[in-house]
């Protein structure tokens, strides 16, 4: 018996689902942050509408770490592809028809561009795709500054190989040590790119 589902709520009613989906976006979610997954699903679900596409919310209390979670979503994970969407950030309006093009060529795993912004402020482009190494601070690429990322729990990839990676149960990191073994594995050998902006990071420091 999985004791996990004591916890982590996997409500249908939650969820958006479409016949013989091919991909599968969760969201990790915690009580008190409704109205930060409201607006995020206000821009998601109506992308959804008669693709094969589904959305998983996973919905604990913190009883669980945020790798916990993730490995949950993995384990129980039916589609070919699959990937996370924090419900505090958001998307572009085609977030998901960019995407599903892709996918449907076959792709070990989709790349794109994105948007850092710290407190809503400091707005700084990011690039996520195969092959590059993680940089922790901006830097000159490609004629821009950005952070340069390779893949991580953001980008749809192959269900497949999110099993053979997996997630440490922590709560902090968990996604900065997911991204670095999905590189060093090279599972995902082609560099599939999406050059548009395609998701809003909005990081909130604690203040």
Not at 18 to 30: A, F, K
Not at 44 to 65: A, M, T, Y
Request: charged residues 30%; glycine residues 4%.
């Amino acid at each position: 018996m999985d004791t996990r589902r004591e916890a982590i709520q996997v409500s249908p009613e939650d969820g958006l689902s479409n016949l013989n989906p091919l991909w599968t976006i969760y969201i990790l979610t915690i009580n008190g942050r409704e109205s930060m997954l409201a607006r995020l699903r206000t821009r998601l679900d109506p992308q959804i509408d008669c693709k094969p596409v589904e959305v998983i919310v996973i919905k604990d209390n913190c009883e669980h770490s945020i790798g916990e979670k993730r490995q949950y979503a993995i384990d129980n994970c039916k589609t070919k592809y699959m990937n996370f969407i924090d419900d505090d950030d958001m998307i572009h309006t085609s977030y998901v028809d960019y995407i599903l093009e892709r996918l449907k060529q076959d792709v070990d795993g989709v790349g794109f561009k994105g948007v850092i912004t710290t407190d809503s402020k400091q707005p700084i482009e990011f690039i996520h795709r195969a092959g590059l190494k993680w940089s922790s601070k901006p830097e000159k690429y490609d004629g821009a500054i950005r952070y340069i990322r390779p893949l991580n729990h953001l980008n749809p990839v192959k269900t497949t190989i999110a099993k053979q990676i997996g997630y440490k149960s922590i709560s902090m990191g968990e996604d900065y040590d997911y991204a670095l073994r999905l590189a060093e594995s090279n599972l995902v050998k082609d560099k599939c790119f999406v050059d548009e902006y395609l998701y809003y990071y909005q990081y909130r420091s604690k203040k």
